[in-house]
C-alpha cells in the first residue's frame, strides 16, 4: 500500500497508528455508528416486508414473509456481529462490547419474532 508522504516507517507497511491518523479517528470509536446502521437495515428490512405483504399478497404471502424477515435478519446479525469484531479486533475495548452486541441483537431478533407474529401472522 502506497502511503501519503508523511505517513509509515518507510518500510512498506502502514501500522494502525498511521490509518487512524489518515482517518482521523480509531475504528472503534465507530461502533455507535455501525450498531445504529445495523438497526436502520433491519427496520428496512422489516418495512419491505411490510410494504410487499401489503400491497402484493397475492406474490408474497405470509409464510413468505416469515420466512424472509427471518433468513434476512439472521445474515444482517452476522454481518453486525463480524463488522463490530473485526473493528475491535486487538484492542483493549474487545470485550467491552460484547454485551453491547448481544443485546442489540437479542432486541433485534425479539422485534423480529413480535412483529412476525403480530403483523405477518
Known amino acids: 500500500m502506497t502511503l501519503p508522504k508523511g505517513f509509515g516507517s518507510g518500510g512498506g507497511g502502514a501500522s494502525s497508528s498511521d490509518v487512524s491518523k489518515m482517518i482521523g479517528r480509531r475504528i472503534e470509536d465507530y461502533i455507535g455508528l455501525i450498531t445504529g446502521m445495523f438497526v436502520a437495515l433491519w427496520a428496512g428490512t422489516w418495512g419491505g416486508v411490510a410494504v ?4 402484493y399478497p397475492w406474490a408474497y404471502p405470509p409464510p413468505s414473509a416469515h420466512f424472509a424477515l427471518t433468513v434476512l435478519t439472521i445474515i444482517e446479525s452476522i454481518g453486525y456481529l463480524f463488522c463490530v469484531k473485526v473493528a475491535t479486533e486487538g484492542t483493549s475495548k ?3 462490547y460484547n454485551g453491547l ?4 441483537i437479542v432486541a433485534i431478533a425479539v422485534a423480529t419474532i413480535v412483529t ?3 403483523f405477518f401472522g
Do not use: Q, S
Open 101 to 104: 452486541i448481544a443485546g442489540v
Open 116 to 118: 412476525d407474529c403480530v
Open 94 to 96: 474487545a470485550k467491552t
Open 52 to 55: 410487499a405483504v401489503t400491497y
